[in-house]
Every structure is written in structure tokens, then in C-alpha cells.
């Protein structure tokens, strides 16, 4: 007999039945459309203008790449675009390279990556799929893309200037990024990329604690914590972690304005510039790079955990399975998110720290590992002998899983500290981050729009054109990341605008053209995608009701859902979310809403005994949690 705890549903308050929950909001275009407080419309504008930041950003990285691999070609062709950052030799201006490394690291890991990735599919999934008409509030949620939008305007805006955008790195560090008068690029591009990231993590901090809050009180019926997706679970552990850790790269930027417009020396200490001293005493870039490291690496998680969790539910359907290892899943997301925030040094072993300090960091950077390799474990162990469908999104989440094995093996190098004083500084480091960070995550998220864009469009995407765009991608990323390497352990450098003057590198010649040649077909075989993107959703097929026989509650919305997601009364939950080809069943998925009294035959003996719980009081029924979950 299960223990449980018993939930009556005229208990529960926070999902009554007004006739206005079940109707779409009337409204106009601008209500609807535009500021829109629908979780469904916010979720859809985060993903539009992330598609438009990762193909502005996939483009700057091929300018770049056709420096490094192509650096006695002429560039002039490019002149109608870049201007003057063209030079009348037909070169990169070397300070406009660094200009496009900054922005393109900035606009991937932010912008994309996080409020693409969980700004759309946080949004668009957490009241889907815990049974909420909305989130907890939705004005909040509308501000969250407002201020993501009034960001993504100010670091644009900065492309356009003068003296060109921030240049001092992605991670900005100082006495680069505090002293405008250091380079172009930290003048006034860096104090808008400043004011852009406040408003940014400003977003981030507003769906963090709406997602957390809407997820803790805004469950249905039955929807115990050991019921929800693991989709709901790596979200919940993303906004957790977003929220302690944002507000620290918030101080830290705010005192690098400080820095910059006010005189203080939080940063900076015995700077000369022209052999003159500044009056500068007493700062540390180091502190930058501790406060800096502090978000940056939990931000590693905070784009990775939305992506294995949107493959977690995308391969136990097309699998035909129960996920393996549900409650380890869970367990192995916690530890990762605890172990994020006490890692972050292994960034700064370059730094000359203590030695012993340095150990410790090592140990606990290893340590990552084993959760990292459980949910590895447990992805293959969901696959192996699965009934497997190949869905474009299944493809990509499949090939997340292998960018998340490969680049995870080379992180192992990178978190001794002895091996990385010596690769810190190559390609190796910039190979190891774009595939367990940058293309895992990626895939994710496209893995992601493949597979709930039904429900986002009520139509389906081409499945042959995804399938192409899938095997042109996953080759290219490897043809892109794999040279580098061997590369980066040879000593190849990174941020380097030129190698050309060096003997030393020269034997590398026909492995950069290879890395440039592929990241340039790589970048066009996303305009597969994006054709497939927006035909599919005004012409695509219509989609069936749950097109993909999902077990979820997202799939019992009508094929068009209005605000407030279901028509009458919400669904309750009776069990976990992956009961796929149990034996003795009639189908091989069993949705969620399905109750044990209307599955006898394949009903385990203590989800029998939940049957009599089961009992109608007038005003619902008594839902009990518990079994084998």
C-alpha cells in the first residue's frame, strides 16, 4: 500500500473554475500580440528574438573565422557592410576582431542561450505541463521580456557606433574593460554593453522567481513533486540557480561602472597609461574575475540543465520507454546545481592562487562529473532496446547527448590544474566550451522547438527538412570543434587576430581553413531551419491533437490553446509522466490524466490499491500520491 498524501479538490484553491479562466482574454492586437500577458505569446517573442540573436551571432563568428582561416585573403567585399572596420588593405581591423569575439561570446551565452533557451521553453512549458492556467503573474512574466527586449536594443544599438561595441572579451575583464580610454571598444560600446546586461540579468531575476513560484503553488490537482517531467524539474533547478547567482554579475558590472565613471578603484591599482600614472590604488581585477566566475560558471548550468531536460522528455517518448533512473535524474540536476556554485575558481587557476586552493577547486571540479555521467548513464540505458522513432527532435536530442559526452571528457583535462595552466590559453579550452556548452545546449533548444512547435503553432514542421538540417549541423559542429583539439594541444592560441607571423603555427594552416570552411556551411545550414521554421507555422500541416502520443498534460489543451490553456476545468493528475508500453497496456503511453480505476490490466498491485481512493465527493476526487514513484 502506497503512503501518501491526499489532496480533495475543493481544498485546493489556486485553480477555481471561473467561467474567465476558460476563455481566451479578449482583447486587441497590442494585448494579444504585443504586451501580451499570456504565457503561451511571451514564450513565442523570447524564442522570435532569440532566433534572430543566434543567426546575428552565428554570422559575426563566420566574419571572424574567415580572418583565421582564410588571413591573406581580401575582405573588401565586405566593406558595404563593416565600413570602415574593413582596412584599406582589405584586413579585419585587429580591434574590430576583438569587438566581434566579445559580441558574438555575449550574444550566444546570453542571449541565446539563456533567455532563448529558458525565456522560451520555461515560459511556454512550466503552466503547460503542471496544469496552471498561467503563470503565477503574468505582468511580471511581460516585463521579464520587455527588459530582455530593451537589452537586446541597447547591445545592438552598440553595434552601430563609432568607436564599435565592447571589445574587451565576453567576460570583460578589467583593467581592459574599466579604463575607457584603453581601446576603441571601451568606450562607449562597453558602457552600453553594461547597461544592456543590467536590464538583462534584471529580466533573468523576474521569470527566475515567477517560473520558481509558479511551479511551487501553481500545480494541479495531484501533481505531486514526484510526478512532475523532468522537463519542469531542470527548469525549476535553472531558475534557482539564475536567481542566486545573476545578481552577483550584477554587483560586478555595477562596480565596474564605478570603475569607469566615478573614480573608484574597486578593480583597479597602479595602471600607467603613455608611462603617466593613474590615481588608481588599491582594486584587484582578480575580485572581478572571482565575482564574474561566481555566475559565470552556474550560468554553464544555467543553459545546459533546460536543454537536458527538454531531451529527457523528447527521449523517453520517442524511446517508447520509461526514463531510466527518474528520481537518480532528479538527484543528479540537484547535485549539479549545488556543485555549480563552489567550482567557479577552476576558471582562474592562470591567476598564480594558492596552490592548495587551486586542489580544491580541482577536486570539486571532478567531482561534477559523476552526476554529469549518471544522466548520461541513464539517457543510453533509456535508449537501449527502445522502440526508437527518429523525430528531428529526437536527432537533436540525441546529438546533445554525444556534444555533452565528448565535450564533458575534455573538461576532466581542463579541471586539473596542472594540465590547464598549459591549455588554458589555446583552442582546446574554446573546443571543450562550445561543445558541451555552446552546441549541447543548442541542440537542446532546437530539439525543443521540433518537438513542441505543434503546440506552439498547431502545425507540424517538415520532418525530412529537420532530418537535413540535423546531419548538417551535428557534422559540421564536429568538423568545427574537433580540429581545435589538436590544435589547442599543440599550443595553437586562442584570441589571437593573427598567426601568420608565428613559424610555429604555420604547419596549422589546413586545419584553420577546415574550421572556417565548415563553421561557414555549418551557419548556412541553419536557413534550413528558419525556412522550415516560418512556412511550417503558416503552412504546415495541421497537427494532430498529440502528435507525438505524449503522456504529458500539455497534449489535452485544445490544438490552439487560449489563454487559460484548457477549456473547463483542468485535468488532475493520477501518475508519473513516463508510464510508455507498460506491460499489460492497450496503448504504448498512458497520459497523465489517465486515472488506475481505467487501466486495470496494466495496473501494478500498490496502484490498485489507489483505485478506492478514487471516489467522487461532489465537488471532485480525491487524488492520492504516492506508489512506486
Given at each position: 500500500m502506497a503512503t501518501t498524501d491526499i489532496h480533495i479538490h475543493s481544498d485546493v484553491h489556486h485553480h477555481d473554475d471561473h467561467d474567465h479562466e476558460h476563455e481566451h482574454h479578449e482583447g486587441n492586437f497590442w494585448t494579444n500580440y504585443v504586451f501580451s500577458q499570456d504565457h503561451k505569446v511571451i514564450a513565442k517573442q523570447f524564442l522570435i528574438t532569440g532566433i534572430f540573436w543566434a543567426l546575428l551571432g552565428g554570422t559575426l563568428s563566420v566574419i571572424f573565422r574567415l580572418q583565421l582561416g582564410f588571413p591573406d585573403m581580401n575582405l573588401d567585399w565586405l566593406k558595404p557592410v563593416l565600413g570602415e572596420w574593413i582596412t584599406p588593405e582589405g584586413k579585419l581591423d585587429p580591434e574590430f576582431y576583438l569587438a566581434l569575439v566579445t559580441m558574438h561570446g555575449t550574444i550566444m551565452v546570453f542571449f541565446v542561450l539563456t533567455a532563448g533557451l529558458s525565456g522560451t521553453f520555461a515560459n511556454f512549458l512550466i503552466p503547460l505541463q503542471i496544469g496552471a492556467r498561467d503563470m503565477a503573474s503574468g505582468f511580471l512574466n511581460m516585463l521579464s521580456y520587455w527588459f530582455f527586449f530593451l537589452s537586446s536594443v541597447i547591445m545592438f544599438t552598440s553595434l552601430f557606433l563609432s568607436t564599435g561595441p565592447a571589445s574587451g572579451g565576453w567576460t570583460i575583464y578589467p583593467p581592459l574593460s574599466a579604463l575607457p580610454q584603453a581601446i576603441k571598444g571601451s568606450g562607449l560600446g562597453m558602457t552600453l554593453w553594461l547597461v544592456a546586461m543590467a536590464l538583462f540579468i534584471v529580466s533573468s531575476l523576474l521569470g527566475g522567481i515567477n517560473y520558481i513560484t509558479t511551479i511551487i503553488n501553481l500545480r494541479t490537482k495531484g501533481m505531486s513533486f514526484t510526478k512532475m517531467p523532468l522537463t519542469i524539474w531542470a527548469l525549476f533547478f535553472t531558475a534557482i540557480i539564475g536567481v542566486l547567482s545573476f545578481p552577483v554579475l550584477f554587483a560586478a558590472a555595477l562596480l565596474l561602472i564605478f570603475d569607469r565613471s566615478f573614480g573608484t578603484s574597486f578593480y583597479l591599482s597602479d595602471i600607467y597609461i603613455g608611462g603617466e600614472a593613474l590615481a588608481h590604488d588599491g582594486g584587484s581585477p582578480i575580485l572581478f574575475q572571482h565575482l564574474f566566475w561566481f555566475l559565470g560558471h552556474p550560468e554553464v548550468y544555467i543553459v545546459l540543465l533546460p536543454a537536458l531536460g527538454l531531451s529527457s522528455e523528447i527521449i523517453a517518448t520517442n524511446s517508447r520507454k520509461p526514463i531510466f533512473g527518474y528520481k537518480a535524474m532528479i538527484g543528479s540536476m540537484l547535485f549539479i546545481a549545488i556543485l555549480s556554485f563552489i567550482v567557479w575558481a577552476h576558471h582562474m587557476f592562470v591567476t598564480g592562487m594558492n596552490p592548495f586552493l587551486g586542489s580544491i577547486f580541482m577536486l570539486l571540479t571532478l567531482i561534477i562529473a559523476?552526476?554529469?555521467?549518471?544522466?548520461?548513464?541513464?539517457?543510453?540505458?533509456?535508449?537501449?532496446?527502445?522502440?526508437?522513432?527518429?523525430?528531428?527532435?529526437?536527432?537533436?536530442?540525441?546529438?546533445?547527448?554525444?556534444?555533452?559526452?565528448?565535450?564533458?571528457?575534455?573538461?576532466?583535462?581542463?579541471?586539473?590544474?596542472?594540465?590547464?595552466?598549459?591549455?588554458?590559453?589555446?583552442?582546446?579550452?574554446?573546443?571543450?566550451?562550445?561543445?558541451?556548452?555552446?552546441?549541447?545546449?543548442?541542440?537542446?533548444?532546437?530539439?525543443?522547438?521540433?518537438h513542441w512547435f505543434p503546440k506552439m503553432?498547431?502545425?507540424?514542421?517538415?520532418?525530412?527538412?529537420?532530418?537535413?538540417?540535423?546531419?548538417?549541423?551535428?557534422?559540421?559542429?564536429?568538423?568545427?570543434?574537433?580540429?581545435?583539439?589538436?590544435?589547442?594541444?599543440?599550443?595553437?592560441?586562442?584570441?589571437?587576430?593573427?598567426?601568420?607571423?608565428?613559424?610555429?603555427?604555420?604547419g596549422f594552416t589546413d586545419l584553420n581553413m577546415l574550421v572556417s570552411t565548415a563553421a561557414i556551411l555549418t551557419l548556412a545550414a541553419q536557413f534550413i531551419f528558419l525556412f522550415n521554421f516560418f512556412y511550417s507555422m503558416f503552412r504546415g500541416r495541421l497537427a494532430p491533437a498529440n502528435p507525438w502520443q505524449s503522456n504529458t498534460l500539455e497534449w489535452t489543451t485544445p490544438r490552439n490553446p487560449g489563454h487559460g490553456n484548457w477549456v473547463g476545468e483542468i485535468p488532475s493528475v493520477y501518475r508519473w509522466p513516463y508510464d510508455y508500453s507498460?506491460?499489460?497496456?492497450?496503448?504504448?503511453?498512458?497520459?497523465?490524466?489517465?486515472?488506475?480505476?481505467?487501466?486495470?490490466?496494466?495496473?501494478?498491485?500498490?496502484?490498485?490499491?489507489?483505485?478506492?481512493?478514487?471516489?467522487?465527493?461532489?465537488?471532485?476526487?480525491?487524488?492520492?500520491?504516492?506508489?512506486k514513484h
Open positions: 559523476v552526476p554529469s555521467a549518471v544522466k548520461i548513464f541513464n539517457y543510453v540505458t533509456t535508449l537501449w532496446k527502445g522502440n526508437i522513432r527518429f523525430t528531428s527532435g529526437m536527432l537533436f536530442s540525441i546529438g546533445m547527448v554525444s556534444f555533452f559526452l565528448t565535450g564533458g571528457i575534455t573538461g576532466i583535462f581542463l579541471g586539473n590544474s596542472a594540465i590547464d595552466i598549459q591549455l588554458h590559453d589555446t583552442y582546446f579550452v574554446v573546443a571543450h566550451f562550445h561543445l558541451v556548452m555552446g552546441s549541447a545546449s543548442f541542440f537542446g533548444m532546437l530539439a525543443g522547438i521540433y503553432f498547431g502545425r507540424m514542421m517538415n520532418e525530412t527538412l529537420g532530418s537535413i538540417h540535423f546531419w548538417l549541423t551535428f557534422v559540421g559542429v564536429y568538423m568545427v570543434f574537433f580540429p581545435m583539439h589538436y590544435i589547442g594541444i599543440a599550443g595553437f592560441p586562442r584570441r589571437y587576430y593573427s598567426w601568420t607571423n608565428f613559424d610555429t603555427f604555420s507498460k506491460p499489460g497496456s492497450k496503448e504504448d503511453y498512458i497520459p497523465q490524466h489517465i486515472p488506475f480505476s481505467e487501466t486495470p490490466e496494466s495496473n501494478l498491485p500498490s496502484e490498485n490499491d489507489l483505485i478506492k481512493l478514487e471516489t467522487s465527493n461532489g465537488e471532485g476526487k480525491i487524488i492520492v500520491e504516492g506508489g
